[in-house]
């Protein structure tokens, strides 16, 4: 049986930015999935075209909505969202060991343009990346529900 990270974001943007840069990651015995708290349909995708940039396809990674049964086998679970723009992602207080918060801004929401979007977006992904390379030194502490 496979550890799971769950990344969780409300739009699920960011949290596909974060399994799209795990699958690059070599974590045998661990699983990663995305989410997001609300369906949404763009027309268009920064997050998509930012991931494009480092040949990462995250179009292909499933979007189904997310179930509290299987958070709740979680091994960890990853909330990405903006403290300032976003509602915060709440969970059940015995999960408390298991959740790790990243803040990190909504483009979305904090951008005026497209242009200023698009430049949000990639100054996320970047970030991502970082936040999910530490991952490698973290996930061998964690143990398996």
Not at 35 to 48: D, E, V, Y
Not at 64 to 88: F, H, K, V
Not at 112 to 127: A, P, R
């Amino acid at each position: 049986m496979k550890n799971t990270v769950y990344f969780l974001s409300p739009g699920q943007d960011r949290s596909s930015i974060a399994e799209g840069w795990a699958g690059r990651l070599d974590m045998s015995g661990w699983a990663f999935k995305s989410a997001g708290l609300m369906r949404k349909h763009h027309k268009k995708s920064f997050s998509t075209l930012a991931m494009k940039e480092y040949n990462i396809d995250i179009d292909t990674l499933k979007r189904d909505p997310i179930q509290i049964d299987e958070l709740a086998g979680a091994s960890l679970i990853i909330t990405i969202y903006d403290e300032e723009m976003d509602d915060a992602i709440k969970f059940p207080e015995e999960w408390d060991e298991k959740v790790i918060h990243w803040n990190l801004p909504n483009p979305e929401k904090r951008s005026t343009s497209d242009l200023e979007e698009w430049v949000f977006f990639q100054e996320i992904c970047d970030e991502i990346a970082m936040k999910v390379r530490d991952l490698e030194s973290l996930l061998p502490s964690i143990r398996m529900n």
